[in-house]
């Protein structure tokens, strides 16, 4: 069912009791731009590892960032699976981390937050010279370093726990870089408890607002 976003059917299925619609916003790829995608019933066991075998014939293809995103849920969680080979995007990624927002108003409200990877440290800013110097062997270190850990964020920015992922209550992510390709997958509870405390905070047929952020800056005119 992979799909192009200008013909994406958002007409609702014979399982509307049990999806999800979601409304994607991606600022920093596309402009604020708002797509109305529809979340897939689950119908396979989904095994978050980074390396995309369960999304097969389940994505959406976004023309404009040359992005794949695959939405799944059933009863209790959310799945979120984003795929790329621009190779900017994924510069980005490793350098910036990546954060996906979560709105359970179906807006684009900055709700509930979870940054993974996290990328550079906070204070740690790449300039010429540390360009000029760039090791790519011990950048691949530290991005390996920066996957074992996520932050919870929200309401806004503010952190409010950072986790590993072993102790995520409930919340299970995995990124990989293979052959030019990156594979972000997620898990997130829908609703909380006791046990998982961070979650969606949405039920069946509820709207869920989606967004990716990355912390993207432009060079300034001397960096270039």
Not at 22 to 39: D, M, N, W
Not at 50 to 79: A, F, M, P, Q, V
Not at 115 to 125: D, I, M, S, T
Request: with cysteine; charged share 30%; aromatic share 8%.
């Amino acid at each position: 069912m992979d799909s192009h976003a200008g013909s994406i059917n958002t007409s609702i299925g014979k399982y509307l009791s049990f999806l999800l619609l979601l409304f994607l916003f991606i600022a920093v790829l596309i402009g604020c731009s708002t797509l109305k995608l529809e979340s897939i019933w689950r119908e396979r066991d989904m095994t978050v590892d980074g390396r995309g075998e369960d999304w097969r014939g389940t994505k959406y293809y976004l023309e404009d960032t040359s992005i794949s995103l695959g939405l799944i849920n059933d009863d209790h969680d959310l799945y979120v699976s984003l795929m790329t080979e621009n190779r900017m995007l994924i510069g980005q990624i490793m350098m910036q981390g990546l954060t996906l927002w979560l709105d359970p108003k179906g807006g684009k409200e900055k709700a509930f937050g979870i940054k993974f990877p996290l990328g550079r440290q906070k204070g740690e800013k790449m300039t010429p010279d540390s360009m000029e110097n760039f090791d790519r062997e011990r950048m691949m270190e530290r991005f390996q370093e920066a996957l074992t850990e996520m932050e919870i964020l929200g309401p806004g920015d503010e952190v409010v726990e950072k986790l590993s992922l072993d102790d995520a209550k409930g919340i299970d992510a995995e990124l990989r870089v293979e052959g030019g390709l990156l594979i972000y997958e997620i898990k997130v509870p829908l609703s909380p408890s006791e046990e998982y405390p961070y979650a969606v905070g949405a039920g069946k047929g509820d709207v869920v607002g989606i967004g990716f952020c990355l912390l993207y800056t432009s060079p300034s005119p001397r960096d270039r």
